[in-house]
């Protein structure tokens, strides 16, 4: 028997759409956060005026991490791994 792969998702609304977060535990140092896509932090920040909207701001303080759209794929292990790998 094939063990099922649990992965935990929420999601935020930002300017009337809605946008995917994963919840990873990047145990046992850092603890449970959501991460989201590369894509919807191009959205909330802008690198000449700072954040593009109050409403923005409020998003980006619930997100630890941003990460490219294929990683939403992998298993929790894999993200965990590449994340950690990419902050360490």
Same mark, same amino acid.
């Given at each position: 028997?094939?063990? #099922?792969? #649990?992965?935990?998702?929420?999601? &935020?609304?930002?300017?009337? $759409?809605?946008?995917?977060? $994963?919840?990873?535990?990047?145990?046992?140092?850092?603890? $449970? *956060?959501?991460?989201?896509?590369?894509?919807?932090?191009?959205?909330?920040? %802008? %690198?000449? *005026?700072?954040?593009?909207?109050?409403?923005?701001?409020? &998003?980006?303080?619930?997100?630890?991490?941003?990460?490219?759209?294929? *990683?939403?794929?992998?298993? %929790?292990?894999?993200? $965990? #791994?590449?994340?950690?790998?990419?902050? &360490?």
């Amino acid at each position: 028997m094939g063990s #099922k792969v #649990k992965r935990t998702y929420d999601s &935020v609304e930002f300017q009337g $759409r809605i946008y995917r977060l $994963r919840l990873i535990d990047l145990r046992p140092k850092w603890g $449970r *956060y959501f991460v989201a896509s590369t894509q919807l932090n191009l959205l909330l920040y %802008d %690198d000449l *005026y700072g954040y593009t909207s109050d409403e923005a701001g409020w &998003v980006d303080e619930l997100i630890f991490y941003f990460i490219p759209i294929h *990683y939403f794929k992998l298993s %929790d292990f894999q993200l $965990r #791994k590449k994340i950690l790998d990419e902050l &360490v």
